[in-house]
Each structure stands twice: as C-alpha cells, then as structure tokens.
C-alpha cells in the first residue's frame, strides 16, 4: 500500500497436519496500517482461497485446499530491518 512504511514481521505459528502439530516461524515483510493485515496476506496468498474463510481468518488458520494441511497463526512481533538481517545471517527466514 502506497504511503506506508514497509514493515517486518517475525511470525510465530503451528503446522497442521493431520493430527499433528509443528512448531515454525517466518519473517515476512509489508506495507500497511496494521500488522494483522500483512499476515492475512501472506499466509492468505500461500495458502490460496479456502484461506478466504471468514471463520478461518477469526481463528487465524489457512489451509490448503484438502484441509489436511494448514496453519494456525500463533502471534507475531514487529523487527527493525537490522534485527531482521542478524536473523536472516543466523539462518532464519
């Protein structure tokens, strides 16, 4: 979005899969007013349109389209681009 700061986010989540669960995190990166924006289009854009679920989004999951696989958003924090950088050389992405 046009006059907004881009911005980095380190997210926090849980792979679904099945009946089990996994533990990740990503660092993605955008622009707009709020925060929660940003993941929903991240993870709405990986995840393709059954993360267009309005009841999916209230629980901040997406999932392909089988539903066997997906995620659940646990919580993010907003990083400078220098935190982002020493992590990217710590190898996370």
């Known amino acids: 979005m046009k006059g907004y700061n881009l ?8 792979y ?6 996994f533990q990740g995190h ?8 709020n925060n929660e924006d ?4 991240y993870f709405c ?3 393709g349109k059954n993360s267009l679920d ?9 999932y392909y389209d ?4 997906g995620v659940k958003i646990d919580n993010w924090t907003r990083i400078t681009k220098k935190e982002k950088e020493l992590l990217n050389v710590l190898g996370v992405h």
């Open 26 to 33: 990503t660092i993605i990166s955008g622009r707009s007013k």
């Open 16 to 21: 679904l899969c099945g009946d089990k669960e």
């Open 7 to 14: 911005i980095y986010l380190f997210v926090n989540f849980t």
């Open 45 to 47: 854009d990986f995840y």
């Open 38 to 41: 940003i993941v929903h289009k």
């Open 54 to 62: 309005k009841d999916f989004i209230k629980a901040r999951k997406y």
């Open 66 to 69: 089988d539903y066997e696989k």
